[in-house]
């Protein structure tokens, strides 16, 4: 709600382009199998984090098996989020050329992939399927929400829910299962991939969706803005570079726990079981934050106080891992998991309300989530290489708390009542 008017912006999964008569005929024949469509949008959401949410517990072990350092271990889990970014950048564009639901089973196939190659005897193979694997959760990163909008105008916030609450349920289930399965599986590598299981599933769910909707590749008229106005370019908006830089920020304290999290519980004496269910737990209290910040953000004309909310408890979380680990474990988990799930739903959020139009809104989700991912490339980096030049997790959290204050200053400006 804005200036008492309820203002619709809608991104669709397709932006910049009006659908053909055919195009809209095959969208639908889509809809009239909802079952279909939820059923691929639930089982798609479970993949978008449990690849990377895998890896954390397992960081250990796949560095003794290959002699990696703290820095290039870092690397397992900052290539694939480095490859969030860059998958961004041609994801609108697949969208547009072949169609959001083929893309998305493409993505699927790929991602089962890129986790296989992860499991193969070789360094190379590790990085390289990293690669695929941060390649393919960005095309549904990028995809899913614009989906979720264009074919359920109605439900969105509830659609956008299920969708949220599957991901998070992903990366908590794959995290909390990660020590279990390799001992059952034999191996860190048997419990990496048995996530391509999951994908393959997901695939399998999307294929009938890719058939209803064959020929629905995109082609079209341009969409324009409904004043007739050109679209703005949000590259040259200071207020859109605000709210890139939230999302850059906060993403990068978020992948920071999710490669280091366990480690530094097990490195402070904790077992591995242990932080691994401390870690899922983590991901499954982001639920409440995800859930309830965005519906408080649209009822507020200013999202300051809700910035304020996020980036202390965050703040919070990260002294707590640094003055008493082990004692306070489960309680820094839950501050964390609020305050993350929070940001990451509020950061999604003033991209649709700082937007004045839908071509904006595409435009700035594609900005923030390219730019933004880029930036949380580096944080499991700089924290793995910062950890191994001083042998203690006390400096890489001090700069983590640097940029909660960065986020916070940035933060403020981007939640100001205007629009881009």
């Given at each position: 709600?804005?200036?008492g008017?309820?203002?619709?912006?809608?991104?669709d999964a397709?932006a910049?382009?009006r659908?053909?008569?055919?195009?809209a005929?095959?969208?639908?024949?889509?809809l009239a199998?909802?079952?279909?469509?939820?059923?691929?949008?639930?089982?798609?959401s479970l993949?978008?984090?449990?690849?990377?949410?895998?890896v954390a517990?397992?960081v250990?072990?796949i560095?003794?098996?290959?002699?990696?350092?703290a820095?290039?271990?870092s690397?397992?889990?900052s290539v694939?989020?480095?490859f969030l970014?860059?998958?961004?950048?041609?994801?609108?564009?697949?969208?547009?050329?072949?169609g959001a639901?083929?893309?998305?089973?493409?993505a699927?196939?790929?991602l089962?992939v890129?986790?296989?190659a992860?499991?193969?005897?070789?360094?190379?193979?590790?990085?390289?399927?990293g690669?695929?694997?941060?390649t393919?959760?960005?095309?549904?990163?990028?995809?899913?929400?614009?989906l979720?909008?264009?074919?359920?105008?109605d439900?969105?916030?509830?659609?956008t829910?299920?969708?949220?609450?599957?991901m998070?349920?992903?990366?908590?289930v794959?995290a909390?299962?990660?020590?279990?399965?390799e001992k059952?599986l034999?191996g860190?590598?048997?419990?990496?991939?048995f996530?391509s299981?999951?994908?393959a599933v997901?695939?399998?769910?999307?294929?009938?969706?890719?058939?209803?909707?064959h020929?629905?590749?995109?082609?079209?008229s341009?969409?324009v803005?409904?004043?007739?106005?050109?679209?703005?370019?949000?590259?040259?908006?200071?207020?859109?570079?605000?709210?890139t830089?939230?999302?850059?920020?906060?993403?990068l304290?978020?992948y920071?726990?999710?490669?280091?999290?366990p480690?530094?519980?097990?490195?402070?004496?904790?077992?591995?079981?242990t932080?691994g269910v401390?870690?899922?737990f983590?991901?499954?209290i982001?639920v409440?934050?995800?859930f309830a910040v965005p519906?408080?953000a649209g009822?507020m004309r200013?999202?300051?106080?809700?910035?304020?909310?996020?980036t202390?408890l965050?703040?919070?979380?990260?002294?707590?891992?640094?003055v008493?680990?082990?004692?306070?474990a489960w309680?820094?988990?839950?501050?964390?998991?609020?305050?993350?799930?929070?940001?990451?739903?509020?950061a999604?959020t003033?991209?649709?309300?700082?937007s004045?139009?839908a071509v904006?809104?595409?435009r700035?989700?594609?900005?923030?989530?390219t730019?933004g991912?880029?930036l949380a490339?580096?944080?499991p980096?700089a924290?793995?290489?910062l950890?191994?030049?001083?042998?203690?997790?006390?400096?890489?959290i001090c700069?983590?708390?640097?940029?909660?204050?960065a986020a916070?200053?940035v933060?403020?400006l981007?939640?100001?009542?205007?629009?881009?």
């Amino acid at each position: 709600m804005r200036t008492g008017e309820e203002v619709r912006v809608l991104v669709d999964a397709e932006a910049g382009v009006r659908p053909s008569a055919e195009a809209a005929a095959a969208r639908r024949a889509l809809l009239a199998h909802p079952a279909v469509l939820l059923v691929g949008i639930v089982l798609a959401s479970l993949n978008m984090r449990a690849a990377l949410a895998s890896v954390a517990p397992l960081v250990g072990e796949i560095s003794d098996a290959f002699g990696l350092s703290a820095t290039a271990s870092s690397l397992v889990t900052s290539v694939p989020v480095l490859f969030l970014g860059v998958g961004a950048l041609v994801a609108p564009w697949l969208g547009r050329r072949f169609g959001a639901e083929r893309v998305l089973f493409a993505a699927l196939l790929l991602l089962g992939v890129g986790i296989l190659a992860r499991v193969l005897p070789s360094v190379y193979a590790l990085y390289g399927g990293g690669i695929l694997v941060g390649t393919a959760i960005a095309l549904l990163n990028v995809l899913m929400p614009g989906l979720i909008k264009r074919d359920f105008p109605d439900r969105a916030a509830s659609m956008t829910s299920v969708y949220t609450g599957a991901m998070i349920a992903g990366a908590t289930v794959a995290a909390a299962a990660a020590v279990p399965l390799e001992k059952a599986l034999g191996g860190w590598a048997g419990s990496l991939g048995f996530w391509s299981l999951l994908a393959a599933v997901a695939s399998l769910a999307w294929l009938p969706q890719v058939l209803i909707a064959h020929g629905r590749s995109g082609h079209g008229s341009p969409a324009v803005r409904a004043d007739g106005a050109r679209p703005v370019s949000v590259w040259r908006s200071a207020l859109a570079w605000q709210v890139t830089l939230f999302m850059g920020l906060q993403s990068l304290w978020s992948y920071v726990l999710i490669a280091w999290m366990p480690t530094i519980f097990t490195d402070h004496g904790m077992s591995r079981s242990t932080a691994g269910v401390i870690f899922a737990f983590n991901n499954l209290i982001q639920v409440a934050g995800a859930f309830a910040v965005p519906l408080l953000a649209g009822r507020m004309r200013s999202q300051r106080p809700l910035i304020v909310l996020v980036t202390t408890l965050v703040a919070a979380g990260y002294a707590g891992l640094m003055v008493a680990p082990v004692e306070g474990a489960w309680l820094w988990s839950a501050v964390l998991g609020v305050g993350q799930g929070g940001a990451v739903g509020l950061a999604l959020t003033l991209i649709v309300l700082r937007s004045g139009d839908a071509v904006t809104a595409a435009r700035l989700s594609g900005m923030a989530q390219t730019v933004g991912y880029l930036l949380a490339a580096a944080g499991p980096l700089a924290a793995g290489a910062l950890h191994q030049a001083t042998g203690s997790w006390t400096v890489p959290i001090c700069v983590v708390l640097g940029v909660c204050a960065a986020a916070l200053a940035v933060g403020l400006l981007a939640a100001r009542n205007r629009t881009v």
